[in-house]
């Protein structure tokens, strides 16, 4: 029995080997490395100078940086194309899930499918779309909503732009984490609730929601972490107008060349994702999206 168990221990710790190497390789040093830069304990640049100090965060934080609001304009944005994603991907889960009896998953990969081509391209191609000679502009022209010289400004490199082409790239997996806490309700509760006289928007609200509440919490963190250090949607149809936090840390570190101060901003926004992500934790189970 001894010898089954070290070897099952063995056996087990060869195969975590692999992703606890690439985890630490991949993320936990290139982590310890912007720690270390952040407080000018490295200097890999020539231009870097200066012992370790927290002076670069003390800026940060307590001067009144103009990056700093730039941070809290970022979570206003990733908050609202947050909600507004899940509004829209929770009725498109509740469709495949509860109103489709054959061929779901079919539709499911339908609705995925234009969205597996390059993130890119889909951007850009937003970009000719609100353009000023554009798809919208050009037929708000021929419907005679606009004049020739007076193109709709708003639509391109401004912070509406910036948030209708987020919203347009993760509703499709926003509704993955929604239609499986839908499709693995017990019918039996929506039967009963049903034969106790229950209305089918009573049953909705009483019944259906609070279930799936696991799931749109799981959608909700899906489309709000990874937004909200958004750079390269901004970058492309945000102008100044749509500059978020993220292309400031892109700036410090390729254009400024002043890693410290972009690996002060990317520790705070590492720092800010993480307390998120343990209260968000804490108040839903989220293995129990995946039951």
Same mark, same amino acid.
């Given at each position: 029995?001894?010898?089954?168990?070290?070897?099952?221990?063995?056996?087990?710790?060869?195969?975590?080997?692999?992703?606890?190497?690439?985890?630490?390789?991949?993320?936990?040093?290139?982590?310890?490395?912007? @720690?270390?830069?952040?407080?000018?304990?490295? %200097?890999?640049?020539?231009?870097?100078?200066?012992?370790?100090?927290? %002076?670069?965060?003390?800026?940060?934080?307590?001067?009144?940086?103009?990056?700093?609001?730039?941070? #809290?304009?970022?979570?206003?944005?990733?908050?609202?194309?947050?909600?507004?994603?899940?509004?829209?991907?929770?009725?498109?889960?509740?469709?495949?899930?509860?109103?489709?009896?054959?061929?779901?998953?079919? =539709?499911?990969?339908?609705?995925? @499918?234009?969205?597996?081509?390059?993130?890119?391209?889909?951007?850009?191609?937003?970009?000719?779309?609100?353009?000023?000679?554009?798809?919208?502009?050009?037929?708000?022209?021929? =419907? %005679?909503?606009?004049?020739?010289?007076?193109?709709?400004?708003?639509?391109?490199?401004?912070?509406?732009?910036?948030?209708?082409?987020?919203?347009?790239?993760?509703?499709?997996?926003?509704?993955?984490?929604?239609?499986?806490?839908?499709?693995?309700?017990?019918?039996?509760?929506?039967?009963?609730? $049903?034969?106790? $006289?229950?209305?089918? #928007?009573?049953?909705?609200?009483?019944?259906?929601?609070?279930?799936?509440?696991?799931?749109?919490? @799981?959608?909700?963190?899906?489309?709000?972490?990874?937004?909200?250090?958004?750079?390269?949607?901004?970058?492309?149809?945000?102008?100044?107008?749509?500059?978020?936090?993220?292309?400031?840390?892109?700036?410090?570190?390729?254009?400024?060349?002043? #890693?410290?101060?972009?690996?002060?901003? @990317?520790?705070?926004?590492?720092?800010?994702?993480?307390?998120?992500?343990?209260?968000?934790?804490?108040?839903?189970?989220?293995?129990?999206?995946?039951?």
């Amino acid at each position: 029995m001894a010898k089954g168990e070290a070897g099952s221990g063995r056996s087990t710790a060869g195969l975590l080997s692999g992703p606890l190497l690439w985890l630490v390789v991949f993320f936990v040093v290139p982590v310890c490395l912007i @720690a270390g830069y952040s407080v000018g304990a490295l %200097h890999l640049l020539p231009t870097d100078t200066g012992a370790v100090s927290l %002076h670069s965060w003390k800026a940060f934080l307590t001067g009144g940086s103009v990056y700093l609001g730039l941070f #809290w304009k970022s979570v206003r944005v990733s908050l609202t194309v947050s909600i507004v994603v899940v509004l829209l991907a929770y009725p498109v889960g509740y469709f495949l899930a509860l109103c489709v009896r054959k061929r779901k998953y079919v =539709l499911l990969l339908v609705i995925i @499918a234009p969205f597996l081509t390059s993130y890119l391209l889909r951007v850009l191609a937003w970009k000719v779309i609100l353009g000023e000679r554009g798809v919208v502009n050009s037929a708000l022209f021929e =419907l %005679h909503l606009r004049q020739p010289d007076q193109p709709v400004e708003w639509l391109i490199y401004s912070q509406f732009a910036v948030m209708l082409v987020l919203a347009y790239v993760w509703i499709p997996f926003v509704a993955l984490p929604i239609f499986v806490s839908l499709n693995n309700l017990d019918g039996s509760l929506l039967e009963a609730a $049903g034969d106790l $006289g229950a209305s089918r #928007w009573r049953t909705f609200w009483r019944v259906t929601f609070p279930l799936s509440l696991p799931g749109v919490t @799981a959608a909700f963190v899906f489309v709000f972490v990874p937004t909200i250090g958004e750079f390269v949607t901004p970058q492309v149809v945000g102008g100044t107008k749509g500059f978020l936090f993220g292309n400031a840390i892109n700036d410090r570190f390729t254009k400024a060349l002043d #890693w410290q101060s972009g690996s002060v901003f @990317a520790m705070f926004l590492l720092i800010v994702v993480a307390v998120l992500m343990v209260i968000f934790g804490r108040r839903v189970q989220m293995r129990n999206v995946a039951t």
